[in-house]
């Protein structure tokens, strides 16, 4: 059954860390889509607690805080994304961030490169990147703490993607295409969780929160948004709120002694999709995934 909370868990509990302004003094961070909304609260966040934290994305609005560093990107486009991977600092890496994308519009658009744009920005772009840039992380780091990936997608849904019409080509649902979007980003999680890697894989579920995000359904600038975007912040957190939930979760060891956990608006752990209790599922849609890339980047 769809829920945006997730199904809480409580066969494993994670404790979350004390917080202060010194907690990621030293911390070497990169956020994904941290100029603007939730990865932008998570950035300045951080940096306010002591992390040197480079953001990725299109629009830098934080040249006069200090410890933000930009890289430009656009990640409509697969081979930014690639092409972006080669400048992250991954070697020497404490945490990198995933945020979310966008909504699917009503009607199908895609990029130049013939990707759904949903698809690009919300999901592929990020596991390109990511997969440049997997045996590159945390290789220059001392100690026994794991580097910290956290995937920004709305885990635990219970959402089945459309794996057949993965880019939405034969026909095309706006809901059924941002349901792809959600089961990749599981799906990377698990695939990268179940492997000896040098960092720890999580999930993130944020619910909902004020953004511009579901411009392509609702319009942008419209009444309808306006409306939408009210409502959303009235009955639920902002992103500032949000970003100081996962402060003590980014900060607690626990971290450590597990992977591929997924966690809700509240930093909580959550169930993941039921689709995924079974290994064929993921290696499924991550050859649906990689059968989309290849057409890009062949």
Not at 159 to 182: C, M, W
Not at 194 to 204: A, S, T, V
Not at 265 to 283: G, H, M, P, Q, R
Request: proline share 1%.
């Amino acid at each position: 059954m769809l829920s945006l909370k997730g199904r809480i868990r409580s066969d494993i509990k994670i404790r979350k860390a004390d917080v202060n302004s010194k907690s990621f003094e030293n911390k070497r961070v990169v956020v994904v889509g941290g100029t603007n909304g939730l990865g932008r609260s998570i950035a300045k966040n951080m940096v306010s607690k002591g992390a040197s934290v480079t953001v990725v994305g299109r629009t830098f609005r934080d040249a006069g805080v200090n410890n933000i560093s930009f890289l430009e990107a656009d990640f409509c486009s697969l081979k930014a994304a690639e092409t972006i991977a080669d400048k992250i600092p991954a070697e020497d890496l404490d945490y990198l961030v995933l945020t979310t994308g966008i909504f699917s519009s009503v009607t199908r658009k895609e990029t130049h490169e013939g990707v759904e744009v949903d698809l690009a920005v919300s999901y592929l772009s990020r596991y390109v990147l990511l997969r440049k840039i997997a045996d590159r992380l945390g290789v220059n780091r001392n100690g026994d703490a794991k580097v910290k990936v956290f995937i920004m997608g709305f885990p635990g849904m219970n959402v089945k993607a459309n794996i057949e019409d993965f880019n939405s080509e034969k026909r095309y649902n706006a809901g059924t295409a941002h349901y792809n979007t959600i089961i990749g980003n599981e799906a990377i999680v698990h695939k990268y969780s179940m492997k000896n890697n040098g960092f720890h894989c999580f999930g993130l579920n944020p619910g909902l929160i004020k953004s511009d995000i579901r411009t392509g359904l609702t319009g942008q600038d419209s009444l309808l948004t306006r409306i939408v975007e009210w409502f959303i912040s009235a009955f639920n957190q902002d992103s500032d709120t949000y970003a100081d939930k996962l402060m003590s979760l980014f900060l607690s060891s626990d971290l450590d002694d597990y992977n591929g956990l997924m966690f809700n608006k509240n930093a909580d752990l959550i169930e993941t999709s039921k689709v995924f209790l079974k290994s064929s599922y993921i290696d499924a849609v991550i050859q649906a995934s990689d059968d989309v890339i290849k057409k890009v980047l062949a």
